[in-house]
């Protein structure tokens, strides 16, 4: 019998919100805390910061290929490595933003594979992965895949 995995994370945020900051600390203490500010978030990332959408890209970027791994094994074609980027984009929409599209593109040096089952298998793992089924229905998700 399994028990469900919690991952933890906590904010401490100071000030209003054009011209305050926050620290966030992950539970796991994994990363040291780091800065997080509005800035980094509506215009160009910079100066050490980062945002909820990089933190959620990066979330997509492991979960995706951790997935794509997983359905690569199944096939009995294994990874010798994959280069797996998400890109997240908030934008403003009507009066308020919101997260307007996830885009996840994988290299993958993968022996023994065609380039249209490995386009299947990708596609398979965008669809399955707990990260892109949390989005699906409000981000719409895309991915390419290419062979090294």
């Known amino acids: 019998m399994s028990m469900a995995a919690k991952r933890r994370?906590?904010?401490?945020?100071?000030?209003?919100?054009a011209h305050g900051s926050?620290?966030?600390?992950?539970?796991?203490g994994a990363l040291p805390d780091f800065p997080v500010?509005?800035?980094?978030?509506?215009?160009?990332?910079?100066?050490?910061?980062?945002?909820?959408?990089?933190?959620?890209?990066?979330?997509?970027?492991a979960c995706f290929s951790m997935a794509l791994s997983a359905q690569l094994g199944r096939n009995g074609t294994p990874p010798e490595r994959l280069n797996v980027t998400?890109?997240?984009?908030f934008?403003?929409?009507?009066?308020?933003?919101?997260?307007t599209s996830m885009v996840i593109s994988v290299r993958g040096k993968v022996p023994k594979i065609d380039q249209a089952k490995f386009?299947?298998?990708?596609?398979?793992?965008?669809q399955n992965c707990p990260i892109s089924s949390a989005l699906?229905?409000?981000?719409?998700?895309?991915?390419t895949a290419t062979l090294e």
């Open 86 to 89: 998400a890109e997240c984009t």
């Open 22 to 28: 926050g620290r966030v600390t992950l539970g796991s």
């Open 91 to 99: 934008d403003k929409v009507g009066e308020g933003y919101k997260v």
């Open 37 to 61: 500010s509005w800035p980094s978030r509506a215009e160009e990332s910079s100066g050490g910061k980062t945002s909820p959408e990089e933190l959620l890209a990066s979330a997509q970027a």
């Open 119 to 126: 386009e299947e298998l990708a596609k398979a793992a965008a």
């Open 136 to 143: 699906r229905g409000n981000v719409p998700i895309t991915e």
């Open 9 to 17: 994370a906590n904010v401490v945020w100071e000030r209003d919100l």
